[in-house]
């Protein structure tokens, strides 16, 4: 059974920092593109950030230079260290797990990747 459980949120003050994790079991981890999504009431849902099995990321255009996204192979968890946040952040964030396609576009939508978690909020606050 794979399972991809978020943990980290919660809420914090603009300017703050958050760092989410993805703990997954049932898959190789290692063989996967992951990436983190996140979608905000009456907003459209957004891929935030994207690592490849080699470690190539990818970013949208409003975290670059405040998110960074990284795994660790040995312990099969995905991070999302955010810092600078704004109130603009606020969501729930997702992670997501594919192998299917080369490079596991950000523009390919959340409920087309092979494995998604339920998601864990953050909330800030100005």
């Known amino acids: 059974q794979v399972q991809l459980v978020e943990s980290g949120g919660g809420s914090v003050q603009a300017g703050g920092s958050l760092r989410l994790s993805c703990a997954t079991s049932?898959?190789?981890?290692?063989?996967?593109?992951m990436a983190w999504f996140r979608q905000a009431p009456g907003k459209e849902r957004e891929g935030v950030a994207r690592i490849a099995t080699s470690g190539s990321t990818t970013y949208a255009t409003s975290v670059e230079g405040r998110f960074t996204i990284s795994k660790d192979n040995g312990k099969d968890t995905l991070y999302l260290q955010m810092n600078s946040l704004k109130p603009e952040d606020t969501a729930t964030y997702y992670c997501?797990?594919?192998?299917?396609?080369?490079?596991?576009?950000?523009?390919?939508?959340?409920?087309?990747?092979?494995?998604r978690g339920q998601g864990t909020q953050v909330t800030v606050s100005s």
């Open positions: 997501a797990a594919e192998r299917r396609w080369p490079g596991c576009p950000l523009g390919v939508d959340l409920n087309e990747w092979l494995y």
């Open positions: 049932g898959i190789i981890f290692s063989t996967y593109c």
